[in-house]
Structure formats: structure tokens, C-alpha cells
């Protein structure tokens, strides 16, 4: 792997990515070097062979702590409209296949929240602490804010913190199903969500790239076509090599050697 100025990424299991949000002298601030750096990092886990699944993280202090203030203030509407700020944050729910665990210490904040809402579980400590201030600073969220925090704890604990700017706790965000789940630690988050990849990670590659898409065409699609996508790709996993392998060595009740395809 490459070096980056804002991230570090690592290998901490087999099978397991992690990109660590580096900035701290910002909080982790998303800037557009960033989320650069950030799109071509998961990119190349993305394509590499041997990741199966990816943490994305911060520090203990802070997941991130939104978009960069200082980058956005003098932004006019032409610039930002026609060199479509932010756009490339879509990259990361389109292009990466595989899925990415957030693991959420500290603030997870206006851009940082999205961020985190973008992953495919998101697991934090208690005492995260997650909200849309941009009201604060006379803007909206901009990075899916309002869509995916509405979809996650519904219309009305959504907009009390979409217009107040008022934060949440990881506590909180665990009850409303925002989180999977909140752990005690920063220790914990960490091994709990290294465990979950590396859960993952032991299972077909072809089955776990599948079952995401197949998760998140949910958020997309009314329920009937959802549920005819779903039997679309069910099926077409017949026809891959791993099934055969899983349903065999269920029935010789034997441990399935994955050969991904
Ligand atoms: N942008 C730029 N710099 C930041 C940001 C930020 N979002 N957050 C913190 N920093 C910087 C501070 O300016 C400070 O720098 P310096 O030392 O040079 O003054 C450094 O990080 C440390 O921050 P603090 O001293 O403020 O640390 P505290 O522990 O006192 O406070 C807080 C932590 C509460 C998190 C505080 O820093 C804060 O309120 N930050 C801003 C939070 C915020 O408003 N976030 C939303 C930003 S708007 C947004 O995300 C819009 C998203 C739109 C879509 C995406 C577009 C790209």
C-alpha cells in the first residue's frame, strides 16, 4: 500500500482492511485532499485480492469532525455548483463493494455523521458523539445527512437534531438503530469491530459482495422489486462455485474451504 498525508491504512488481520482517518490537528476534518486520498485508499482494498472486509476509523477523540469549515466558508454557489463539491463523497457507496464497518470514537459530526452513515454497520463507543450542526454555521447537511439520518431513527428524532444541531450520544445512537451497537470502550469498539470483519472475512467473498448489494438496494427500491432483486441474485448464486462448497460441507459437516468464486 501507498503512504497518505491524512490516512493510514493497514492490514490488522488477514482478510481485514483498515483506513484510519489521520488529520488530527483538525479533528479529522474531511477536506477535499481527504476524501481524496480517502476514495483512492478504499479503491485499492476495493481491488485487492486478499481484503474481504474493511474498518473505516478516526481517533479515540474524534471519528470526524465534519467537512472542513475553513475550506467551505469562502466558497461561492458557481464554484461549488460547477466543480460539484463534495459529489466524490459518493464514490464510497458506489464504488466500494465490499463491506465497510465504521467504528465511531468521539465526535462523528456534520459531514463525519454522513460519513459514517455512508458505511454498511456502524458500531461506536457510548460516549460518541454524533450530530448535524450545520444549521449552526446557516447551512444544511450536504453529504446525505438528512436522507440516510431519517431513514436510520426515523422523521422526528431526525429533524430535532437537524435543526436544533444538537448532538447524540452513542448510547442514544445504539437505541434508535443508528449503531449496531455501542461498546463501553475505545479498546472495545476497536476489537469488536475487528472481530465482525474478521467474521466476515471468513465467508464466501462472492456470498458477502452479494448479500451488501442485495442490503442496499433496500434503501433504494419500493418493496416488491426489492424483494424480486433479492431472488434475482439468490439465484444467480447457483451458480457459483461456493455454494456448491458451503451446502456440501453442511451436509458432510465439515468447515467449507471458499474458494470465492
Ligand atoms: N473544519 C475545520 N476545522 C475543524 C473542524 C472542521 N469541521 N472541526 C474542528 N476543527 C479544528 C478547529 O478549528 C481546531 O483548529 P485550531 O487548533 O487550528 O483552532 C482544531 O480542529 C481542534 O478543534 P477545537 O479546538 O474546536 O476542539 P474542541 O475539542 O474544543 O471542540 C468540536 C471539538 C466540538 C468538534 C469543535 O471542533 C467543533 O464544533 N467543530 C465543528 C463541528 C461542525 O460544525 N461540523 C460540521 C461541519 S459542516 C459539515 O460537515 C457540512 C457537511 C456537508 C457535506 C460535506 C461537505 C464536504
Known amino acids: 500500500t501507498r503512504s497518505y498525508e491524512y490516512l493510514l491504512v ?3 488481520k488477514p482478510g481485514v482492511g483498515q483506513v484510519t482517518l ?3 490537528k483538525a479533528l479529522n476534518a474531511l477536506s477535499t485532499p481527504l476524501i481524496t486520498e480517502l476514495n483512492q485508499a478504499l479503491g485499492e482494498l476495493n481491488s485487492s485480492d486478499s481484503i474481504s472486509a474493511i474498518i473505516l476509523t478516526g481517533s479515540e477523540k474524534a471519528f470526524a469532525a465534519g467537512a472542513d469549515i475553513k475550506e467551505m466558508a469562502p466558497l461561492t454557489f458557481s464554484e461549488a455548483y460547477t466543480k460539484s463539491f463534495i459529489e466524490s463523497w459518493s464514490q464510497l ?7 465497510i464497518i465504521a467504528a465511531v470514537s468521539g465526535h462523528a459530526l456534520g459531514g463525519g455523521c454522513e ?3 455512508m458505511c454498511d454497520i456502524l458500531y461506536c463507543t457510548e460516549t460518541a458523539n454524533f ?9 444544511i447537511p450536504g453529504a446525505g445527512g438528512s436522507q440516510r439520518l431519517t431513514r436510520a431513527i426515523g422523521k422526528s428524532r431526525a429533524m430535532e437534531i437537524i435543526l ?11 437505541q434508535w438503530g443508528l449503531a449496531a451497537r455501542a461498546f463501553p470502550s475505545y479498546e472495545a469498539l476497536m476489537e469488536g469491530a475487528l472481530k ?5 472475512a471468513s465467508y464466501s467473498k462472492v456470498a458477502v459482495i452479494a448479500a451488501k448489494e442485495a442490503v442496499n438496494k433496500s ?3 419500493p418493496l416488491r422489486d426489492g424483494v424480486e432483486y433479492e431472488r434475482r441474485v439468490f439465484h444467480s448464486l447457483f451458480g457459483s462455485q461456493d455454494q456448491k462448497i458451503g451446502m456440501k460441507a453442511f451436509a458432510e459437516k465439515k468447515k467449507p474451504e471458499w474458494k470465492h468464486e
Open 196 to 200: 465482525t470483519a474478521e467474521t466476515i
Open 22 to 24: 489521520n488529520r488530527p
Open 131 to 139: 450530530g448535524q450542526p450545520e444549521i449552526k454555521l446557516g447551512t
Open 115 to 117: 460519513l459514517a452513515m
Open 10 to 12: 493497514s492490514e490488522p
Open 93 to 99: 457507496t458506489t464504488q466500494v463493494k465490499k463491506p
Open 164 to 174: 436544533t444541531g444538537k448532538s447524540v450520544s452513542g448510547v442514544d445512537a445504539a
Open 219 to 221: 434503501q433504494d427500491l
